[in-house]
């Protein structure tokens, strides 16, 4: 079955390292992407990926990076310049269709800094 | 102002009742996605629509384009439907969407 899988689905990360986030999809997608979710508010986005070797900062990219050297990934990492990481982080892809883009998420992953 | 605006923020309901939660969007959106949030977190595509009405199930999503507007039914409601549902927008060309802050749902058996 195609889809979007995200791990781990828990992490935990002390202050000051720096954390990456899988993000692999088998749906042959041209376009990934990064969201964050905090309580109370919607998705935001961090980075997203059109094409394999270029991708472009979202929103709130700040303490934050990527690559996206093969179609399938996208990972991200949360480095100790990000001062807030405590969040919950959905990965999606996306293929543009005659009628818009479809967009699949993944489970996400809930990091924890302590 | 964010362009995706929905309500109500949090809903509970009795088991059975028709539910509705609303969305309004921005001059510029031109597709509309219905995503449901489970507990978990995990998030699944509802529908994606950009004129009329799509149907799942119990499920029901209309869009008014030219009131910019689009509704998520759920009839005879059941508390496994209780989740967050988030409404999203797009562009045609450009694959971002803009989301919602979420209704939290809930269904009381």
């Known amino acids: 079955d195609g889809g979007i899988t995200q791990s781990p689905k828990y992490l935990f990360r002390k202050e000051g390292q720096n954390v990456t986030l899988s993000c692999e999809q088998n749906?042959?997608?041209?376009?990934m992407y990064w969201y964050r979710q905090d309580p109370g508010q919607g998705l935001r986005l961090i980075y997203y990926s059109q094409i394999v070797n270029d991708f472009q900062k979202g929103d709130i990219a700040e303490g934050y990076s990527v690559s996206r050297e093969k179609k399938e990934s996208f990972p991200l990492t949360v480095t100790s310049a990000q001062k807030n990481p405590t969040a919950f982080y959905l990965c999606?892809?996306?293929?543009?269709?005659?009628?818009?883009?479809?967009?699949?998420f993944g489970q996400g992953t809930r990091l924890t800094v302590v | 102002k964010n362009e995706v605006e929905q309500s109500p923020q949090n809903l509970t309901a009795q088991e059975g009742e028709f539910i509705t939660i609303n969305c309004s969007y921005s001059?510029?959106?031109?597709?509309l996605h219905w995503l449901q949030q489970h507990p978990g977190g995990g998030i699944v595509s509802l529908f994606m629509?950009?004129?009329g009405k799509k149907k799942h199930g119990r499920l029901i999503a209309t869009i008014n384009i030219q009131e910019k507007h689009s509704s998520l039914h759920i009839t005879a409601s059941h508390p496994r439907d209780s989740a967050v549902y988030i409404c999203?927008?797009?562009?045609?060309?450009?694959?971002?969407?803009?989301f919602g802050t979420g209704t939290r749902l809930t269904i009381i058996p």
């Open positions: 001059v510029g959106i031109s597709a």
């Open positions: 999606a892809s996306s293929n543009l269709r005659d009628r818009g883009p479809e967009a699949f």
């Open positions: 629509l950009s004129s």
């Open positions: 999203a927008g797009s562009n045609f060309g450009n694959e971002k969407l803009t």
């Open positions: 749906l042959n997608h041209d376009a």
